[in-house]
Structures are given as C-alpha cells and as structure tokens.
C-alpha cells in the first residue's frame, strides 16, 4: 500500500483580506525558503580573520566561497551582537549592532553583499524573550524605582516576606538554579535562562515597537529572514497569586493556559511582525524555535504568523525506519495544515552532535555520556558517521527545508572530552556540574590540517580543537571523493537539480528496518536503518551515502534514484 501526503505546496485559503499576501507568496521570489538548505553559522566558531581566537564576521565573509561550492540556498547566522558571552551570545547586550570582537556593521554589510553575490541568502538570529543585563535598558531599569516606566520593560516582580527577601515564586532557570534574582529594593527579575539573560516584559508597548525597529534595522540591510529564539515564551502572565513550579509543570494544563509558555497572546506579536516582513518586496521569512507539543507548532508556522516553525522531532530520535517515517508523517500533516513547509534538523548549536549521537546505542543519556567525557558507553564513531550520511541523505530528500549544522559537512564528531576548565556554556556552572553543557558541538572548525589552530585562526581558539580534527579538516577532504565534504557537495547538487513539489509517497514492501519513499519527477529515496543489506528497486543510483555492495544497499546507507526523465 502507498499513500500519498501533499505537504501544503499552497497555503490553505485564507480569507478574502490576505489575497495580496497570498499572491505574493505563490510567486517564486517569495517562497525561497520553503524547500531552502539552510546552513547555520554560529559565529564565534566558524573562522577567525583577525587572530584574536572569536569567528567573526570576516571570516564568514572569507569562506562563501566554501559556502557556496557546499551549495546552501541561505546562511542562519547565530547571534554576533555585543555580548558578555553568558550564554554564547544569546545574551544580547544591543540588538541592532556587531559585537566589536566579531567586526562592524560595514563588515556585516560586506559579508551579506558576498553571500548574496553567491546567491546565497542570509537569515539572522533574534534573541526575543530576554536581552542581556548589559542592555541599556537593563542598566536604567535597575538604576530606576521599583514601579517605574523602566522597569516595567521587564518582568520584575516583588519578593515574598516582610521586606521582599524572599523570591517571588519557587520557579526554576532552564538553565539550572532559581528563575528570580533579586534586585536589593524588594524587586526581583525574571529569568528563563542565565541570571544575566532578564525577560523582557512584552505587554509592554516600548519593548514591542523596539522589536519592530530592530527587524527593519536588519530587514532594511538585506537581510532576508530571522530566526526566532525561544519564541514560545514571549507572552507571560504575571498576574497574582503566582503559581508554584509545581503548579507550573502540572501536565493537564490546558493549551494555552501555561503561565510562560505558548500562550495564544503570543500570536498577536507575530502578526505584528509579519504585517512588517510583508510590507517587503519580497517578503522577509522567519522560523520560529518554539518548543511546544507538535499540535501547537502550526500557530507559530502560520502564515499569518512567522511562517515557518522548527520541528526537532529528528533531532530526539533515534535512527529507526518506523521512527522516522512516523515523524515525516506527521510533520507534513502539520505543515500541510499551516501552510508552512516543514523544517528538517539533525544538529544545531544546543545538541550532541548527530554523528556522536548515532554511534551511541539507542537510548544512550547525553548528558551522563557527556560527564563521563565521552568514553561511557564507547563511541563507535565509524558507524555513526556511516548513520548520519545515511539520515543526512534522507532529510535532504524530503519536501520542506533541512537545516545543517557548521561542520556536520565534515563529518565532526562531538567534542565530549572538553576539560572543564575551558568550559563556557552557563549550563555547566548553573547546574553545579551535573550538565556539561553545549560547548562540544560549539568546537572551532578544522579548515586545513597543516595550519596553526587547523585554519581556524592565527590566535588561540576560544575553545581548545582536538588533534582529532586535523584529519577531518576542509582541505583533506577536498579532493578526495569519498569523503563526507564531496558527499553534502554532491547532495545538494543533486537535491537541486531534482527539487521536486512538496509531495511524498512511501514506497512499502522494502524490507525490515527499510524506510523509502519517492518524490515527483521520479525521485526514490530509500535508506537502511536495519541490519542486513537489502536490494536496491529499478533507477539509476545518482547518490549514496556510503559505498554500495552492486545493487545491494548496505546497512545505515542511503541512495538516491531516479527513473523516467529524470534519469537524463
Ligand atoms: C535558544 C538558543 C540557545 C539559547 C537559549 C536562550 O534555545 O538556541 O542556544 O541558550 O535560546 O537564549
């Protein structure tokens, strides 16, 4: 049995008032994104041109051309903004403005003219939920009384107990310790995440129309899209009594009814948002990270909202066929819905790696496998990175747009071995060493083998390379076909020639722990997750992910194959 899923290659209709906004979408200019390969760069790891040990901007700039030879259609760019570094830069000390260590605006502008000169669009990072307590804003709010216009951008609350000594609520940091800090007067702030990140306070009118000023500051610079961080949690009520975590966490909460997160109120930011991403030509695009339950995730994918949402269903699973099929499925019935195409991502800038990951037994804890330095169960780094190549095969050959990591096109592993005292990531001291934290898949890239710091810099990384990586590097792959650089290479070369409309239809009857499907215009996509080698059906193989044995598809390989027209 077949069936077949069209993933909303139309948005749905909507009423007669958003015609202009449909039309512009249906045209070509305007739907880049949603079948994009978008590559995420997180600065201050990417490449280092000026020697001080920090990626920076320029040295995105010196590499289009390796962006481009990969062949991404975009470039996530991962915060680059003034920043004390309290949690790699998602502590954003002014939004509209590079953080000297990482270059100036003229070099911004610089680098989006070489990406966009390469035909390569950029997306940025906006970090709205919280700013960093170097903010200006911060500074006066704390310098200001208590009931004040200034503090009233944020979410400060009074303490319990006679003299407001004691915390307004018993909520907890996401990063580790209490969500409250106090301020000296009676007042405390909120905090989701590190103490030096406060919540804005977005039922405020100042901090909404501030937002809207930093999104035409970089729309208005070329910029193409925004990525949207912690998007969920925007709208807070804060009204009294406060819950208790425990109340907080309860799961029979209805939706929407959460006091921090995914609230419906959030929604009337995004249209605000998008009125402004509209009144482009073409429009600029977002995707939001909200971390919500999958039926909730269609509302911030809206088209009336920011038009696409990350799905991270790949990311937490482990590589099984049903699995995978099973999260497919349902991703593009969600998008489908929204009219949104889907997002594919197997690593970013928070998780282990997706090549460490694979090469653990399923199951594995991350996080005490991380503490145990990464020996705890044994790696079996080969099969992982035989698995990813295979899973990486698979996302590129579904309808929607894949997000790529920095330096999965490498094949890097996690750094799991990072010594603590170079550790950065707040989630590390906030959790009292119980959480090793994100700096392992944050690890400065390999550019060449031979060169100081592997091509990263002329400096000392900010955080240390392992000798591991000098074997991974660019360079040595360059010319070697097998390698997993000639693979992505070859993968979106051929993804883009194929790029199909956003239809699936499964393919059964491949065999256990077999997972295959085929795209119009005679695209068949089938990757073996099992044990045993199955054979390949009729086409001609224009892409694997690991050596074929004849028309035998090894295990934790993937091929490509077309027939019809598509063969010539
Ligand atoms: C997002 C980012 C993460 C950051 C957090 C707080 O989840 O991806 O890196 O720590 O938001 O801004």
Sequence with gaps: MTDVLEAGSAPAAQDSTQGSTRDRREDGAATWWRQAVV???YPRSFADADGDGLGDLAGVTAHVPHLARLGVDAVWLSPFYPSQLADGGYDVDDHRAVDPRLG???QFDEMVAALHGAGIKVVVDIVPNHSSDQHRWFREALAAAPGSPERDR?????????RGELPPS????????PAWEHVGDGEWYLHMF????PDWNW??????????RTLRFWADRGVDGFRVDVAHALAKDMSLPLPTAAELAADDLPDGAHRLTDRDEVHEIYREWRELFDSYDPPRTAVAEAWVPAHRRARYASPEGLGQAFNFDLLQADPDAATFRRIVDDNLRLARESGASSTWVLSNHDVVRHATRYALPAGTDLRTWLLSGG?????????GLRLARAATAFVLALPGSAYLYQGEELGLPEV???PADVLQDPTWVRSAGEDKGRDGCRVPLPWSAAAPALGFSSGTPHLPQPERFAGLAADVQEGDPSSTLSFYREALAVRRRLRAEEELTWVDGTGDGVVAFTRPGGWTCVTNLGDEGVELPGGTVVLTSGPLDGRTLPPATTAWLVTGTAAR
């Design 154 to 162: 944020y979410v400060f609350a009074r303490g319990r107990g006679e």
């Design 194 to 197: 590190a103490p030096e990140q």
């Design 39 to 41: 590559y995420q760069v």
């Design 203 to 212: 039922a405020n009118r100042e901090v909404r129309d501030d937002f809207l």
């Design 104 to 106: 100036t605006l003229e």
């Design 170 to 177: 018993d909520w907890t940091a996401v990063f580790g310790g």
């Design 375 to 383: 020996t705890d169960p044994a790696p079996d780094l080969a099969r």
């Design 416 to 418: 799991a071995d990072l």
